[in-house]
């Protein structure tokens, strides 16, 4: 969709050697800002792993934001 100028995406750094025509990639400026991040997914198909990189995202993201508001669920 970005190279048919219909949208724009945020991309690692490492996008940017990937040589795509039509693309033009740019680097951000100033201080990292922090976001918050939301996973979702059906427990009806669960499997070995999703349930491996939902452990990867906890560790990554830290489980304390999700215990304190309270909607943190333990698989």
């Given amino acids: ?3 048919q100028g ?9 996008m940017a050697a990937t040589g ?4 033009a990639f740019v680097a951000l400026q100033g201080p990292p ?3 918050s991040a939301l996973l979702a997914w059906n427990p009806a198909h669960a499997c070995a792993a999703l349930e491996s990189f939902i452990a990867c ?3 990554v993201l830290g489980e ?3 215990r304190a508001r309270g909607q943190g669920r333990r698989q």
């Fill in 1 to 3: 969709m970005v190279a």
């Fill in 6 to 14: 219909m949208g724009v995406s945020l991309v690692p750094r490492t």
């Fill in 20 to 23: 795509m025509r039509g693309v």
């Fill in 33 to 35: 800002k922090p976001s």
């Fill in 57 to 59: 995202a906890r560790q």
């Fill in 64 to 66: 304390q934001a999700t």
